[in-house]
Every structure is written in structure tokens, then in C-alpha cells.
């Protein structure tokens, strides 16, 4: 079986500017894939190219299967997709955005009462079902916000900083789901800015002006770059200069 | 007039039934960089709102370089500097134009300004031309600290600055802080990142309207009541699913490649309750372990102060 996501130097030009510039990579079915890099380095431009949002300028990439560029169509309801910008509803209840959701992902009306009524008790929002996504705290409509975006079972989920601004218990919390979802043979491609929690991946890859500079177990990563933490290793690539300095200091 | 930069007197402000700030109370020493930290919605961006005097508060008081936040409005806006979270300039002009702009709306003109924004604005001159829209992410937040430094203020109010910007340039922006601190200048930033707390003389860990404690960021640490352990082991998820098991468990968080262990007894001693960890973990059939005491640090004591979050969920409800 082919990997849930294969890329093979997949690039996206934008004028003469090289956003992402021939990356090659895979993540396997079940596996929980970190996808760091600084500020611009391009990740966000490779994310829509997975998604299916913007073709790559040349390269190809499959995401569950389906070709990004040729197949977008079936990529999108193959893959679930969360963001911190983009979740929710804020004005519907938990349970409209269930039903809102469900429908669109093309769910039937027993599929999303028993995956809505599974959602809520797995995630203990009992009590809350009938409250406006509003008055909930950021943490919990990001956990809220991940379990919907699996409603669909889809094979692939790409997470976009789903952690920031979020307490630190929550944080933690949020990533026994993701656990869980990778347990359940779903595959995770996630961003973050909390290095800590790149640890938390079975592999990672960190990319610097459009190329992927590192990839590996985070143990691997470190091991490499002779490194006690990732923050170091990405450090160290983001700016080799401030480190050349350091060491000479 | 009180020397003091800031002060906060049980402030509090609703927003129909959610209490956005529940009497909220601290205050800053001059040229100290204090931190409010804590997660979305703790009520970071309200306070800021009421001391930069945009929001007026429902009960309480506070003082901005001595002047009133409701009496004295004119007088604190013509004083502070303040960054909002979101991205707050002209998009269509120039970096030299929004510069320049907010300059004058304060009566003042960038080379009067030069000497206080130099460290950053050496490093945004070659791009003076550009549209502000077309910066990257970390020019933007620089040309924004720019605008809210041009007229000399007393003090600084930085609303998240760091969110969403990647830890090396986070680091590099702290740096900065340090640079405007060391020139005498009162800082107030917000973070929910809680590795920056550190970088802070003193912090408010704020938590949904509520201030959990004030204090230098290594007496909080120091405060947190239990022994605490770093745990390491080959299969980490099995591991936590282990030490939670545990007769003794106060909590069991993952941090980074560890996990740290907190037991509910104070009395055996954290390395009698470590050589305890170890041999039950030497039963449990896991590999490559290595238990060690630590020092508690700024997250652990956040979350022994939040509580259960379960709690807050039916508060909400």
C-alpha cells in the first residue's frame, strides 16, 4: 500500500520567488508527521498544495491516493482539515455544528446522531452540547474543532497550529487525541511553534527557505546535529550565523 | 503623583454574563518588564484595552504613570505605546509613511523619535519603500513596535507580540525587549507562551478573568507544592498511561521528551519517592527508563494553579 502522503519534489513558484522548492517526503498511514519551520519557509504554501488549494508549479504529490493537482477533488473529501483561524461556528450550538458538518461531508442523518452523540461523550461536552461554540474556551473548541474534523473519517488530517494560544493543560490534552485519532490508523501532518510539542511526533521535518534542511525521529533530528534539544537543531538551522557567533563568543 | 508606572486595583469588566476580568489586581516597579501570561481568554487584551483607555471598567481602579484610566484619558494616550495583537497599520503605505503617520498624530516626527527606535529600525530602513502589506510576518511586528515607540512613550504595551511567530524570532524579539528595558522604559506584554514568563521580571499567570499569582517567575516555580520527577522512557505514550496508574500520582504531563511525574506525598522526600518511581516502573515491563528529581518550572506551576479545566468547561455550560 502507498504511503497517506507521498511527495516527490513538489515546488510552487510564485513569479521568480521559489516558495517550496523540490521537497520529498512521505508519512505513513497512522503516523503522526511534524511539519515545522519558521516564519516563511513555506510551509503554509506546501499545505495548500496537499490540500488541494493551489497547484504546484512542477513535481506531483498524493495525498490518500489521489494526485493533488490532477484529483484535487477527491484529495478534499478524503482529508479533514483544522486550523486556529479556521474551526467552528461560533453562533451555532456544539450540536448544530455536528449536524452542519456531518451534512456537508455528506454524512446520512443516523451517521452524524451516532458519531455526534460518540464525539460528545468522548470529548465530556454533555453538559455543553446545547451551548454556543462561543462560550466555549478556546482549548475545548479546539478539541471540538479536531473531533469534527474527523467526523468524516478521513484518511489524512492536516493540523495548522492547532495548539496556539491554548493552556498548557489543554495543549497536552489535545495531543492524547491526536494520539488517539494515529492509533486508529488516521494520519496526522501537524504544525506547531511549540518545539516541545514537535517532540511529541514520530517523525519531523524542518523546512528553511523552501527545502526541508532536516527530517527524521526528533531523536534522530537531535542526533545528527549532536543537539540536547530541537530547539537547538532549529536554532541552528534558522539562523546558522547567530550560532557561528555564539560558539566563537 | 505616584512614581509607580502601573497600578491595578481590582478591576473588573463584563461582557454580558461573561466576566472578562474578575477584580484584577497588580501593579509594576519602574523600568520593570512585566508579564501577563496566561492562555486565549484569560483577559489579557480587555486589561490592555482599559489602561490604554479604549474600554472603561465596570468596578475598580487603575493608574497609568499616575494619571487615571477613566479620568485622565487624553493625558495616559498621549504617554503610552501600545501594540496591539493584531496587526494594526496601513497596509497601502509605505513603511516610512505608516512611520511617519504615527509620528505625527502624536505631534512628533521620526528623527525626534530616531534615537528610541534605532535597534529596530536599522534593520527595517532598507525596506522603508515597501508597502506595510507586503512585509513578512516578522518586519510587520517590528515596523509595529516601531509605530508605538516614535513618540518616546513612558511606558509600552505589547498585546501578544510573539503569536504565531516561530521560537527563534520569538527569542530575537525578547532580545529586543531586554535593549528598550535596559534604556529605562516600563514594559507591559501579554504571552500564552508560557517559556516566555522567564523572560520577565515579574508575571501575572492570568487565567479566564482570573490572576493566578504575582511574582518573579522563580518564586512561582518555586512555590509549586509538590515533588516533581522527569520521567524518560522508550514508549512514552504506554509510559504515561503507567505513571498514572500509580498510587501516589498528583499528575503526569508530557514535556518535550519527558514526562514529569508529581506525587501527592511531601513527607518520603523527592529521592525516596524517585527510587520508589524506578522500581515500580522496573515491574511495569518498560524500557529505558531514567527517572531524576527537577526543579519545578513556570508550566508546572501554571498548571497546579489552573486546576482542573474540567471545571471550567461547566462553568461555561
Redesign the interface.
Known sequence: MSAAIDVHEMTRRFGNFTAVDAITFDVQRGEVFGFL????AGKTTAIKMLIGLLAPTSGRASVAGFDVATNAESVRRHIGYMS?RFSLYEDLTVRENITLYGGIYGLTDDEIRERGKALIGGL??E??AG?RVA??????KQKLAFSVALLHRPAVVFLD?PT???????R??F?EII?DAAEGGTTILVTT????EA??CDRISIMVDGRIAAMGT??EVKGRFGAA???DV??EL??PQAVAVAQHA | MSAQPLVVDAVTKRFDATVALDQVSFDMRPAELFGLVGPDGAGKTTLFRILTTLLVPDSGSATVLGLDVVKDLWAIRARVGYMPGRFSLYPDLSVEENLRFFASVFGTSIDEGREMIEPIYNQLEPFKDRRAGALSGGMKQKLALCCALVHRPDILFLDEPTTGVDAVSRREFWDLLDTFKASGLSILVSTAYMDEATRCDRVALMQQGHVLAVDRPSVIAARYPHPLLAVHATERHALLRILRSYPHVASVYPFGDKLHYSDSRTDPGVDAIAAEVRSFLATQNVSGVRVEPIAPNIEDAFMELMGAPEKLIQAAA
Open positions: 519551520g519558521a516564519n516563511g486556529q465530556h461536552l453538559r455543553a451551548a462560550s466555549l474556551p478556546l482549548g475545548w497550529e496556539g494560544g491554548v493552556d498548557p493543560i489543554t497536552r490534552q495531543w494520539y511553534h511549540y518545539l516541545d517532540e511529541y526528533p531523536s534539544s530541537l530547539d532549529f536554532t534558522v539562523r
